[in-house]
T-cell receptor, first 116, second 111 residues
Framework: DGGITQSPKYLFRKEGQNVTLSCEQNLNHDAMYWYRQDPGQGLRLIYYSQIVNDFQKGDIAEGYSVSREKKESFPLTVTSAQKNPTAFYLC???????????????FGQGTRLTVV | DAKTTQPPSMDCAEGRAANLPCNHSTISGNEYVYWYRQIHSQGPQYIIHGLKNNETNEMASLIITEDRKSSTLILPHATLRDTAVYYCIVRVFYTGNQFYFGTGTSLTVIP
């Protein structure tokens, strides 16, 4: 089945440690995104990538880093510089729009990160 | 990107139509209106999108006003499984590919 996979579903880390969240898609999508969601809040964009080896900061990029070495993969590293890393992290992908079709984003099921 | 305004919460009786409004008064000509929903602790699910014409699919209908400053998502026969947070998003069609989410409308379908 085609889709977008995030792993793990739950992740626990000690304060001060870097942690990398995995996101893989087999939809042949060019664009990929990372969002953060806090309890009772909407989604906030961390980073996005329109193409391999290129990515841009979203609204809350501080304390996070990404890479896009392969079209299928867009891992997110939560660094020790992120002050409040405990959150629900969502990855998404979409096709580059060339017409009104193929433009919606598909989301993974998320990773819930808890830093203790 | 244009911002959207949605009511924080709504109730709907099971079997009735749920009409979820969204205001996007600063929308520009190349921005589409998208609707997603999120069931608790899951990834958002795409529902529908449109530019200026009304759209319908197997899940919902999207009504966009003629001036495009607002839209309404219609779930024609709401079920308990439609209880979720619904997000209205406007998205630049060509540049950046970003999807910006607000806080959405929490829809509760009541038996």
């Amino acid at each position: 089945d085609g889709g977008i996979t995030q792993s793990p579903k739950y992740l626990f880390r000690k304060e001060g440690q870097n942690v990398t969240l995995s996101c893989e898609q087999n939809l042949n999508h060019d664009a990929m995104y990372w969002y953060r969601q806090d309890p009772g809040q909407g989604l906030r964009l961390i980073y996005y990538s329109q193409i391999v080896n290129d990515f841009q900061k979203g609204d809350i990029a501080e304390g996070y880093s990404v890479s896009r070495e392969k079209k299928e993969s867009f891992p997110l590293t939560v660094t020790s510089a992120q002050k409040n890393p405990t959150a629900f992290y969502l990855c998404a992908s979409s096709g580059v729009p060339v017409d009104r079709l193929n433009t919606e984003a598909f989301f993974g099921q998320g990773t819930r990160l808890t830093v203790v | 990107d244009a911002k959207t305004t949605q009511p924080p919460s709504m109730d709907c009786a099971e079997g009735r139509a749920a009409n979820l409004p969204c205001n996007h008064s600063t929308i520009s000509g190349n921005e589409y209106v998208y609707w997603y929903r999120q069931i608790h602790s899951q990834g958002p699910q795409y529902i529908i999108h449109g530019l200026k014409n009304n759209e319908t699919n197997e899940m919902a209908s999207l009504i966009i006003t003629e001036d495009r400053k607002s839209s309404t998502l219609i779930l024609p026969h709401a079920t308990l499984r439609d209880t979720a947070v619904y997000y209205c998003i406007v998205r630049v069609f060509y540049t950046g590919n970003q999807f910006y989410f607000g806080t959405g409308t929490s829809l509760t379908v009541i038996p």
